[in-house]
């Protein structure tokens, strides 16, 4: 069995990033401690409410 690694990830919650959450999610060998927000294109505020609100609405 492989060994796990523990990351915390560092996202500006555009695009790119979101598609680098989604293969991170679903590699076996990547353990989350948890997802912080940095500032991209947008505010701050903006990007932290993306991530804790979700990307996709219905």
Same mark, same amino acid.
């Given at each position: 069995? +492989?060994?796990? $690694?523990?990351? &915390?990830? /560092?996202? /500006?919650?555009?695009? /790119? /990033? +979101? &598609? +680098? @959450?989604? $293969?991170?999610?679903?590699?076996? %060998? $990547? #353990?989350? @401690? ?5 500032? *991209?294109?947008? %505010? @701050? %505020? &903006?990007?932290?409410? $993306?991530?804790? #609100? *979700?990307?996709?609405?219905?």
């Amino acid at each position: 069995m +492989a060994k796990t $690694l523990s990351v &915390v990830i /560092d996202i /500006d919650p555009g695009i /790119d /990033d +979101a &598609v +680098a @959450l989604l $293969l991170v999610w679903a590699s076996p %060998e $990547l #353990n989350i @401690l948890g997802i912080t927000t940095v500032s *991209g294109s947008v %505010e @701050l %505020e &903006v990007c932290s409410s $993306l991530l804790q #609100n *979700g990307y996709i609405r219905e």
